[in-house]
């Protein structure tokens, strides 16, 4: 069965439901996050840490690096953590238009605001698991924030299939689900880490920028069954590079995310 619906309409409903409930660094310079788990006490969870970030804001960078740093945390550890990054366009009439920011990320992250109640939006800004909000750039609560989230147990497990029509530039991805579904959505994310790129104006003029796993494409699908398949137009600049397909579930009404994988 197939159904499709805007991410923005799923959060926006949750928020009502919930109510007020630099150059780029040398791979040399690249570090892991440290996280830390007892050895007798295996992780069971996941962590899908959202970053709110832009090219037309001077803090950012540093939390751009530490997104960088959970991504190679997960790659070294072979930890379930799945970061991803959102750029928004509120910075962009500022200076510079953010070559990867779009309205819905904003959209996204305001309904998050209004969910937590909170009257404002900023960058650089993590959320994890749709729980816990910080400042971005702040490693130690990130590194705090996924040792928590890797302690608490997945209630919903994913299975997905991914293939990719390289004529008709589609991607059709199949999911199975394990555990309760009902009244909850599966988003799905395409993401990429582009090549460094050079900021000419505003508040990083002069300076290269690097992100990691930046989302290109976001699709939810309301939940009525455990399994069933989507398909998503390739955008073009992915066609070429390197992507991948990271999938969460999450709960409309408490905006916990409850599952994840990726593929």
């Not at 404002?120 to 959320?127: A, E, S």
């Not at 009902?182 to 395409?190: D, F, K, S, V, W």
């Not at 920028?209 to 998503?232: F, K, M, P």
Request: proline residues 5%; contains cysteine; glycine residues 6%.
């Amino acid at each position: 069965m197939k159904t499709r619906l805007p991410w923005f309409a799923v959060i926006l409903a949750a928020a009502t439901l919930v109510g007020g409930a630099a150059m780029a660094l040398a791979q040399k310079e690249m570090q892991t996050l440290g996280i830390e788990l007892d050895e007798a006490d295996p992780p069971v969870g996941i962590a899908i840490v959202e970053l709110y970030t832009s090219q037309g804001c001077s803090s950012c960078p540093s939390a751009d690096l530490v997104l960088r740093e959970l991504k190679a945390t997960a790659a070294e550890s072979k930890l379930s953590i799945y970061p991803l990054s959102f750029n928004v366009d509120y910075w962009n009439n500022l200076g510079w238009p953010d070559p990867y920011s779009e309205d819905l990320f904003t959209r996204r992250q305001r309904a998050y605001a209004t969910a937590m109640g909170s009257q404002r939006v900023y960058t650089p800004q993590m959320i994890v698991n749709g729980r816990i909000e910080f400042v971005g750039s702040d490693r130690a609560k990130a590194r705090k924030a996924v040792e928590y989230a890797l302690k608490q147990k997945t209630e919903v497990e994913i299975e997905l299939n991914v293939k990719r029509d390289k004529v008709k530039r589609q991607v059709a991805i199949a999911y199975r689900l394990k555990g309760p579904i009902e009244g909850r959505y599966l988003n799905i994310a395409l993401v990429d880490s582009p090549a460094a790129n050079e900021v000419p104006n505003g508040e990083n003029a002069g300076r290269t920028l690097q992100h990691a796993n930046v989302v290109r494409v976001l699709r939810s699908v309301a939940l009525t069954e455990a399994e069933g398949s989507v398909e998503i137009e390739l955008p073009a600049e992915l066609a070429g590079s390197a992507w991948q397909v990271v999938a969460f579930v999450q709960d409309p009404q408490t905006l916990a995310i409850v599952g994840a994988t990726a593929k």
